[in-house]
């Protein structure tokens, strides 16, 4: 952490990351970062488990019929990578409809697990003012709709330390969930338990109805909702 990188082109690390503490990954790649000449690169090799396969793990059941997406930013690899897992019954795409989607901050601080919105149509129906508007409405329904949200997760907005109008957005769908510090990543255990919790609550969320007001369900509850 203390070593002083020289400016350069081109960074290459083939099996090294993984060797390092978590908590120090991403503050080592971003020294490199900043050391980069302008137009160099970084290229990093590492043995990983893909993400969905992490995903189904951590859910168990409740992965069976959902689907997995995720993209490193579009057109800058810095900027609101996320996560999502969406019901197909909802949305299969992260441009409408609602999910359940890791966060990542611009600045690779803090990670948000939260339950969310698609926000590309809306944008295109309504422009991007009206449009953080109705998610922002939308959300504060969200919030309504699935009271016990409060007994595992909080609601505070959310700072994505961007100024592009899709962060904007993305933080304006925040309905809930919960805020990691990269540095201070939780244990394993309590990971797959956030994110099996949110995963429940959108389930439910679906029958009861989702977003629309008139449609008021409740044929299925995940047994620890239940009253």
Do not use: C
Not at 3 to 19: E, G, N, P, T, V
Not at 150 to 165: A, M, N, R, Y
Not at 186 to 198: G, H, N
């Amino acid at each position: 952490l203390k070593y002083k990188f020289k400016k350069a082109d081109l960074f290459i690390s083939l099996f090294k990351i993984q060797f390092i503490d978590q908590k120090h990954r991403q503050t080592i790649i971003n020294k490199l970062y900043k050391t980069l000449n302008w137009g160099g690169a970084i290229l990093i090799a590492e043995k990983v488990r893909s993400f969905d396969n992490n995903i189904k793990t951590s859910l168990g059941e409740l992965s069976e019929n959902l689907i997995f997406k995720a993209s490193p930013g579009m057109g800058n690899w810095a900027d609101v990578p996320w996560i999502a897992i969406m019901d197909p019954e909802v949305t299969t795409t992260v441009q409408t409809g609602y999910d359940v989607v890791y966060l990542f901050s611009a600045d690779m601080k803090h990670v948000f697990l939260s339950l969310n919105q698609g926000v590309t149509f809306l944008k295109d129906e309504l422009g991007q003012s009206k449009s953080m508007d109705e998610l922002m409405r939308r959300a504060a329904f969200i919030r309504d709709r699935l009271g016990e949200y409060k007994e595992h997760f909080v609601f505070k907005p959310i700072s994505l330390k961007s100024d592009t109008q899709l962060a904007k957005l993305y933080e304006a769908g925040h309905a809930f969930g919960i805020t990691y510090d990269l540095k201070n990543i939780p244990e394993e255990a309590q990971l797959q338990s956030d994110l099996k919790k949110i995963t429940e609550h959108y389930l439910l969320l679906t029958h009861r109805g989702g977003l629309d007001s008139n449609l008021a369900g409740s044929d299925f509850e995940p047994e620890n909702l239940k009253n």
